[in-house]
């Protein structure tokens, strides 16, 4: 009896997640399919004036082009930052744009393909010095994964920020104390069965750059004594702000090998 009750339940049970299974379909395809109304403007390279005008410029630049012998790095020197177009590393640090390594991508932040690109600079690059740069006004410190991923799920195109926060260095806000607003309702992504890590910048810029760091000197193929130096650019007065936790735990180890 008591084993006759037990199979109805499990009965039940699977019979309910089936059929929650085919309500998340049925919400996916209505969410990726038939709500898309709006006609969006195209530009392609046929109609785009900065086409034109980048193609332009390259062969001018091809007429008095050198090429060099061999990739010079100053000072053997690679930095990793944020793809904020505010953020002049060679104005910032004094070294041309053609001597030094740039590793940028969103926020600054240390991920594995970051890693790769840090283990080839030094091996095959011979990069003896890493700069490590996150930024005030970061917009890594205007969302978290949700914030995003609800965005996301509603519109795939653009959104706008309607209101900010975290602008400055210090106090950090709540990264929620921003609102994003889609400029659009349809076309949709539906995420829920593959979740991005946006690695929003949420427990505050010294925190971020400090986690990012260790992820550096604990990686097993970026030898310990190539020193990662820890800086906050500061956007607004263009201050580039030592972070001395992490710049600590940033510091180069000499490395014995038996
Ligand atoms: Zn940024």
């Known amino acids: 009896m008591k084993k006759n009750i037990l199979v109805i339940i499990a009965i039940i049970i699977i019979i309910i997640g089936v059929l929650e299974k085919m309500q998340r379909k049925n919400n996916i395809k209505k ?3 038939g709500m898309c109304t709006i006609q969006h403007s195209v530009v392609n390279s046929d109609t785009s004036d900065f086409f034109a005008t980048a193609i332009e410029t390259s062969k001018k630049y091809q007429s008095a082009y ?3 012998e061999r990739i010079v790095l100053e000072n ?6 944020c793809m904020d177009s505010r953020i002049n590393i060679p104005n910032i640090l004094g070294l041309p744009l053609e001597k030094m390594l740039i590793i940028r ?3 600054g932040r240390v991920t594995d393909d970051v890693l790769r690109s840090l283990t080839i600079s030094h091996k095959l690059l011979g990069v003896e010095q890493i700069f490590l740069i996150q930024h005030t006004d970061c917009g890594l410190q205007k969302i978290t994964n949700d ?3 609800n965005l996301l799920e509603e519109s795939i195109f653009k959104a706008e920020l309607i209101q900010n926060c975290n602008i400055t260095l210090e106090p950090l806000q709540n990264n929620r104390m921003c609102q994003w607003r889609n400029n659009s309702q349809c076309c949709g992504y539906h995420q829920e069965r593959k979740k991005i ?3 929003p910048i949420e427990e505050g810029l010294f925190e971020s750059v400090f986690t990012d760091v260790q ?3 604990n990686h097993p193929l970026i030898p310990s004594n190539v020193p990662v130096y ?3 650019f500061e956007v607004t007065t263009g201050e580039l702000i030592q972070v001395p936790k992490a710049m600590e735990a940033g510091r180069a180890k000499s490395i014995i090998c038996t």
Do not use: E, Q
């Open 66 to 68: 050198k090429s060099p």
């Open 76 to 81: 053997r020197v690679a930095v990793v930052t």
């Open 147 to 149: 914030v995003m991923n």
């Open 215 to 217: 992820k550096i000197r």
């Open 230 to 232: 820890c800086f906050i």
């Open 31 to 33: 969410k990726s399919s």
């Open 105 to 107: 991508n969103a926020g």
């Open 197 to 199: 890590n946006w690695l």
